[in-house]
């Protein structure tokens, strides 16, 4: 073969059938098929291709250079180290493009550095290809020098696409993979090679859509190659097996050329039938191929004994080529159908796996959306939990926990209720002692004080996300009973030790003491009742949280971005009591309530009946009747002043007794101001209803004053989910693409 003078593209137009003789209907069918391969689409749905394979050295790249024009420079294509995709195309342009289509399942690394191998060479000649070609090796990552000792495989699952585009090409796509081989050689090939190979290439030839170019040379017996066992395996019918005989040329002996010459005439029913070809020797190391020459030669060849005698149409390049177009314009209409339907099927299946992974959060609009959502769905459960309306969600059709505001309000009743009953310290005079048991908790400091153990009504308080509140909220208390014994024996020591020069009066500073003496408890309890709202808080809102944001790391991001605050919130509320307490029980004791006069005055008068009592007399009826006076007990005006002379020594000091009395009456008014101003104030306006409650703190306000760095820390996919979304957006695309050229 001899050097081409000038280098000029190949010129297989002179050779190739006409193209119309396939019909404008079929050329329109090929068209679809190779845009469609364009697309790349065929690492998805597998489209009609031909590949050859073959055993090593059986001529597999030099029939594919002799069909294309394409010679791969023969100092790298010793043995072929992966499967190259040639790509011939007509178009008005000439061009030659060489990609990498990176193995799927490649490591993101690789199939990056791979992908972004692109290379346009202007013709097949001189070194610029043959450098190309070694780049390509060095990219995907194969040995190529049998001496170096490098941990590289020798074998990749990459593919070379060689895109051949020009004016006189056709439509033509073979695949040329690694030849098949039986023996390891050391330091280049491993068991687990021949392995490897065997595997690629049955996964080539395993899809219906394949044509199979089964190569093998004239010079070896047929019956011993391992590519025509494997094609019979994937295509037992041998409906789209094509044998191709190489090498006539080195078949000498006559017995040998007999054996081909027979295998191309005989009538098969395993395969389509054997066809020979002759490509250019090892001794010919012309850098490109004048396809005219290499046409001359190979027909003068045939026109030989025992070839000349042959089918014309099993003979020779153009022959095969016009062959395979026919086989492959075949396949392409048989398979038309079921390409079709796997595009729509495949498609359908990448959308339905997107809309599995929800609205995309890539961006910050996508991120501020999607928090929105969530907020809007929070605000609403946070405010049918206010309402009461627990019909408006089925969560709390499920968990009567979260029923808001139904559980505030028995914890606000409960502790009004304990510390009407058990707010004071000491039992008032005149109180009738309330049986309260459970006087053992007190004596037993070891047993740990629940939450719940602050009311005498059976609630419970969650504290699962107590942690969360550390520093804010204070230990549980447990309420004692107040004491046994009357506060007024207590007021007499007090008054005792108190007293200066007062006269049947008493210090300013009696009543207050007395009253804090009762209060003494108060702030224990209000600090851990409001505490107690402040769990029920927290978990409320920790649970809608949940409930309007089923995505677990978001979730967690944004519990965590809003707990500061919330614990700011809760504090307020806490500072509300603190304040609250130190008006009561440091500030003067000042009301404006009448109750508190009438309590007063009545307190006095029930002393003064008491004293009176032993002294009164029943009027007869006969007296009531003459003197028109109404029935009762009646004291003598004498008796009243002799009595109040008279108890002075004996009994209780009366301002001892007013003391009391007043301690009393205002304490009576203070606690019920107290107790409300802890359920008003520090537990409905600063846990609940203010629009500064921590209800308040996520919602979609939230959501809106957000920052792109915050959107992001909070709301972004994990790396995983954003590329498999990636993935599928890109498949989707190019499945649209696809039905699009389908349906046209
Ligand atoms: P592959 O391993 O199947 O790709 O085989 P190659 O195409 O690399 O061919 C192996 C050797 O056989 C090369 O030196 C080719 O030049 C040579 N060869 C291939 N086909 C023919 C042919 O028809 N005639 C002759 N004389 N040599 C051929
Ligand atoms: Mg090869």
């Known amino acids: 073969m001899k050097l081409a003078p000038s280098p000029k593209l190949t010129n297989v137009q002179a050779s190739r059938m006409d193209a119309d003789s396939v019909g404008l209907g079929n050329r329109a069918l090929l068209d679809k098929v190779d845009k469609l391969r364009e697309l790349g689409i065929s690492s998805q749905i597998p489209l009609p291709q031909i590949v050859a394979a073959g055993e090593q050295s059986a001529g597999k790249s030099s029939l594919l250079e002799s069909l294309t024009g394409i ?67 060095k990219v995907m990552g194969i040995k190529t020098d049998p001496t170096s000792d490098s941990s590289a495989p020798t074998f990749t699952r990459d593919v070379l696409r060689i895109e051949k585009n020009g004016p006189s090409e056709e439509h033509l796509t073979l695949i040329d993979v690694p030849g098949i081989f039986e023996n390891e050689s050391p330091g280049l090939t491993t068991k687990h090679d021949i392995e490897l190979v065997k595997n690629l290439v049955k996964e080539y030839i395993k899809d219906t859509r394949t044509i199979i170019l089964a190569v093998a040379p004239c010079n070896t017996d047929i019956a011993t190659q391992t590519i025509i066992r494997f094609a019979a395996e994937v295509d037992p019918k041998g409906k789209r097996t094509l044998g191709v005989l190489t090498k006539p040329d080195l078949a000498v ?66 022959a095969l080529r016009a062959r ?99 707010g004071h310290q000491i039992e008032f005079e ?44 204070i230990e549980p208390f447990d309420c004692p009973d107040p004491q046994n014994g009357s506060l007024l024996n207590r007021i ?72 500061e605050e919330l614990g700011k919130r809760y504090q307020r509320a806490m500072d509300h009591v603190r304040f609250l307490l130190d008006v009561e029980l440091n500030g003067k004791s000042v009301t404006c309530v009448p109750n508190f006069e009438t309590a007063l005055s009545s307190a006095e008068g029930k002393r003064m009946m008491d004293r009176l009592k032993p002294h009164a007399v029943e009027i007869c009826e006969q007296t009531q009747k003459f003197s028109g006076i109404s029935k009762g007990e009646y004291v003598r005006i004498e008796d009243v002043a002799e009595l109040n002379g008279e108890t002075r020594q004996n009994e209780v000091d009366p301002v001892c007794e007013k003391i009391h009395d007043v301690t009393k009456a205002y304490y009576e008014v203070a606690r019920a101001r107290f107790v409300d101003g802890i359920c008003v104030y520090a537990v409905d306006h600063f846990l609940l209803s203010s ?29 995983a989910t954003r590329s498999t979304r990636l993935r599928l957006k890109e498949r989707i695309k190019l499945l649209e693409q696809a039905v699009k050229i389908l349906r046209a």
């Open 253 to 318: 002996e006559t017995a040998t050329k007999n054996a081909a010459a027979e295998l191309v005439r005989g009538r098969r029913n395993d395969n389509l039938g054997y066809c020979v070809v002759r490509n250019r020797g090892a001794d010919d190391h012309s850098v490109t191929i004048d396809m005219d020459a290499r046409n001359a030669e190979e027909s003068a060849f045939f026109s030989q004994e025992p070839w000349s005698k042959l089918d014309k149409s099993r003979l020779g390049i153009p």
């Open 324 to 422: 395979l177009r026919e086989l492959l314009m075949d396949r392409t209409k048989s398979e038309f159908p079921s390409v079709k339907r796997e595009v729509a099927a495949t498609l359908k299946e990448a959308k339905e796996q997107l809309q599995a992974l929800g609205d995309s959060r890539a961006e910050t609009d996508e991120q501020r959306a999607y928090l929105g959502h969530i907020a809007i769905r929070f605000a609403d459960l946070v405010k049918f939990g206010l309402d009461a309306y627990y019909n408006g969600d089925e969560v709390f059709l499920k968990s009567k926990n979260l029923r808001l505001i139904t559980r505030m309000r028995d914890l606000n009743d409960a502790f009004a209720e304990t510390f009407y009953w058990m």
């Open 430 to 473: 005149s109180d009738t002692k309330p049986t309260l048991s459970d006087q053992e908790d007190e004596e037993d400091g070891s047993v740990s004080v629940r939450r719940e153990d602050l009311y005498d009504s059976p609630l419970s308080i969650p504290i699962e996300l107590e942690e969360d509140l550390d520093g804010i909220l």
């Open 492 to 563: 007499q020591v007090m008054y005792k030790e108190n007293r200066g020069y007062e006269l049947g009066t008493f210090g300013s500073s009696m009543i207050p003491a007395a009253f804090r003496l009762q209060a003494t408890k108060w702030e224990k309890m209000a600090l851990a009742h409001v505490s107690n709202a402040i769990l029920v808080v927290h978990h409320f809102i920790n649970a809608m949280i949940a409930e309007a944001c089923p995505d677990e790391t978001v979730r967690y991001a944004l519990w965590q971005a809003i707990l």
């Open 71 to 137: 010679s791969f420079p023969r100092s790298v294509s010793l043995c072929t180290r992966f499967a190259t995709e040639i790509i011939c195309r007509r178009e008005k342009e000439i061009s030659i493009v060489v990609t990498i289509q990176p193995a799927s399942g490649s490591s993101d690394d690789h199939a990056k550095s791979v992908r972004e191998f692109r290379r346009t060479v202007s013709s097949f000649t001189g070194e610029e290809f043959a450098d190309v070609f070694k780049e390509a090796t």
């Open 691 to 719: 629009k500064d409650s921590p209800l308040r703190v996520f919602g979609p306000d939230y959501v809106l004053s957000m920052t792109a760095e915050q959107l992001e820390m909070i709301a972004a996919e994990d790396a």
